[in-house]
């Protein structure tokens, strides 16, 4: 079954810099595009990056651009999201999916948590 393994988040001061990891299976990983949400308590789930599996189309929202970069490496069916010049409001459950714009799959892994705080 479809499965997604979310790892690498953490408590980090503002500023600072984390890279996440998600480890895909369950699908044909090299057909579909990969792309990062983030989900705040209370909040409903939100796009942050996303990638088509030949890199040539990526997205990031209003709140990442310049500040992070997804890519992926398709032999490991792994998508990344390297988090730069993090600040409080980053502050988070970080998960990935399939899909550009929408998700591609109603199974979700456990996420990982971003704390960004002095």
């Known amino acids: 079954q479809v499965q997604f393994v979310e790892s690498g988040g953490g408590l980090v001061q503002p500023g600072g810099s984390l890279r996440l990891s998600c480890s895909a299976s369950g699908f044909a990983f090299i057909s579909y595009a990969m792309s990062w949400y983030l989900q705040a308590p209370g909040k409903e789930r939100e796009l942050v990056a996303a990638?088509?599996?030949?890199?040539?189309?990526?997205y990031y929202g209003d709140s990442s651009k310049g500040r992070f970069t997804i890519s992926s490496y398709n032999a490991k069916h792994t998508v990344y999201l390297q988090m730069n010049s993090l600040k409080p409001e980053d502050t988070s459950v970080y998960y990935c999916?399939?899909?550009?714009?929408?998700?591609?799959?109603?199974?979700w892994g456990q996420g990982t948590q971003v704390t960004v705080t002095p």
């Open positions: 990638m088509t599996s030949t890199g040539i189309r990526v």
């Open positions: 999916n399939a899909g550009f714009t929408t998700h591609a799959f109603g199974s």
